[in-house]
């Protein structure tokens, strides 16, 4: 299986919105959100639709999941890869770690132009308001 997440907001903080969704090995979406999040910074929305996603995956007993996502930061954050300097990014990593127990989780950061669908998902969340 494979999960995309993406967060906007418009403003840093503004309005901002979470998208995810998961994708078989078919190529099937099977699960997809776009989320109002109300204010928050650009950083926030991008964690929130990370949690969305995995709190999703463990609802489908999802086993083994590849993620990918657009945000530098979170990726690399989430993977252990960078520091988490600001406290309250900390406690969602938190969160999305305690979501990823007993999941094999892979995360990869890829291009905004390879995440559309969830980034248009994240935007409707932000419309849909």
Sequence with gaps: MNGYFDGASRGNPGLAGAGALIV????DIIWET???LGKKTNNEAEYNALILLLKAARERN?????IYGDSKLVVSQVSRQ???NLPHLRILAKEAWELMDG???SLEWIP????????ELSN???DGA
């Design 103 to 105: 999941i094999d989780v």
């Design 62 to 66: 999802i086993k083994k999941l590849n």
């Design 24 to 27: 078989n090995d078919s190529g």
């Design 124 to 126: 409707q969340g932000i």
């Design 82 to 84: 960078w520091k988490i």
């Design 112 to 119: 905004r132009d390879k995440n559309k669908r969830a980034d």
């Design 34 to 36: 776009a989320c109002f």
